[in-house]
């Protein structure tokens, strides 16, 4: 076995037993990994230590920090290097090559983003979604999840949709990694009612606004404005189903595509009738 990649990767986790096993056989040319759970209780920190991770507890108090946060500050990582990596996300082989490349030949950069590719109904959406650039691996001591709401956003104790924010320059990584996030519809509904608490907390607390010019990156800055954009705008789902399905291209991508840009429609139903019931609530004697 050739020299391991001086790496700490790092895997928040609750109940992955079954996206782990594919999720760390893809990492296991890594100096180090650590695997962050919340109390699990499906067999993911057996899993975790047959594939020879740490694993390490987390115990939420609610609002601050959430689990990858904490885990940059608290844990004792034996490399400069992190990588973030959920559990279900897979890295292919091509990536430990790369890795060790890119660490190597860092020079002053603090950090790289990574490519997704989304998998839906078991395909990857080559249009909606994509490409979908994360940051995600730096010098943990150069990055931090950025903190967008002191509130209790009701949407578990792992980063939702912040973004890492480095101090130095960036780079991007060819690799690229397939996203298991959505195998079924239940599960997209199941992540994105949480994700919508979160999206309406942030909204009615006016935080979203004080933070886009901090992210690191035109095209997450971008997002971010548009976003800000859609929330003065009426038909705010149909356009979130329009940008997905029509800008993006989702409709090439088939069903699945349509079936993708609808449910972010939903999504964003959701974010809109929450917003206004906790602004409404608010207003309330």
């Not at 992955?16 to 990994?33: F, K, M, Y």
């Not at 992190?82 to 090559?97: K, M, N, R, S, Y």
């Not at 909606?128 to 104790?157: I, M, V």
């Not at 189903?241 to 699945?256: H, S």
């Amino acid at each position: 076995m050739s020299e391991r990649v001086p790496v700490s990767v790092l895997v928040p986790i609750k109940n992955e037993a079954g996206n782990l096993p594919r999720c760390l056989a893809s990492v296991q040319w890594a100096d180090e990994i650590f695997v962050v759970d919340s109390q699990s209780t499906d067999g993911s920190i057996r899993i975790a230590q047959e594939h020879g991770a740490q694993v390490v507890q987390f115990a939420f108090n609610g609002t601050w920090p959430k689990k990858k946060n904490w885990a940059l500050e608290n844990l004792p990582f034996r490399n400069e290097w992190v990588f973030i990596l959920d559990a279900d996300e897979v890295l292919p082989p091509v990536a430990e090559g790369e890795f060790r490349e890119a660490i190597a030949d860092a020079g002053e950069i603090a950090g790289y983003w990574i490519n997704r590719r989304f998998m839906f109904m078991d395909r990857w959406l080559r249009h909606a979604y994509y490409p979908n650039w994360n940051l995600r691996l730096f010098r943990h001591s150069l990055g931090r999840y950025e903190k967008l709401t002191d509130a209790d956003t009701a949407s578990g104790d792992n980063e939702v949709h912040e973004h890492v924010v480095v101090r130095g320059p960036t780079g991007r990584l060819r690799t690229e990694m397939d996203h298991h996030a959505f195998p079924s519809v239940e599960v997209f509904i199941e992540k994105h009612n949480r994700y919508s608490n979160w999206e309406a907390r942030v909204a009615a607390d006016e935080q979203l606004a004080h933070s886009s010019g901090k992210v690191q990156n035109e095209t997450v800055s971008r997002r971010r404005k548009l976003k800000l954009l859609s929330h003065r705008l009426p038909f705010r789902p149909l356009l979130r189903f329009l940008y997905i399905y029509i800008w993006q291209k989702g409709f090439l991508d088939g069903r699945e595509g349509y079936y993708f840009a609808r449910l972010h429609g939903v999504y964003e139903f959701l974010s809109v009738a929450k917003t206004y019931q906790l602004r409404k609530g608010r207003r309330s004697p």
